[in-house]
């Protein structure tokens, strides 16, 4: 089962900065539309950011002028950088591609 990889999750404090990182075990990975999501207890899963079709970052307003999506062709990989981070910022963060998840990295920010 092919399966993207995250990390770099943890626990911050409010106000503090986490890198995530997404990987995936095929080759084209960036050239293609990714998503992160996030999903916290007892809540929906919501879509934070992710490349469109033509490689451009998109973000959900939540995280908008505080995270950064940037690729890095060399090592297959995605990072989410994650500035300012808010308590209502915890959750299990999920990247996709395709039909294609991992299986999360845990992010908690404390107040």
């Known amino acids: 089962q092919v399966r993207l990889v995250e990390s770099g999750g943890g626990l911050v404090q409010a106000g503090g900065s986490l890198r995530l990182s997404c990987t995936a075990p095929?080759?084209?990975?960036?050239?293609?539309?990714m998503s992160w999501y996030r999903q916290a207890p007892e809540k929906r899963r919501e879509w934070v950011a992710g490349f469109d079709s033509v490689g451009v970052p998109t973000y959900a307003d939540s995280v908008k002028g505080r995270f950064t999506l940037s690729r890095d062709n060399a090592k297959n990989a995605v990072y989410l950088q994650m500035d300012s981070l808010k308590v209502e910022d915890t959750g299990d963060y999920s990247c996709?591609?395709?039909?294609?998840w991992g299986r999360g990295t845990q992010v908690t920010v404390s107040s």
């Open positions: 095929y080759s084209d990975f960036n050239r293609n539309v």
């Open positions: 996709t591609q395709r039909c294609f």
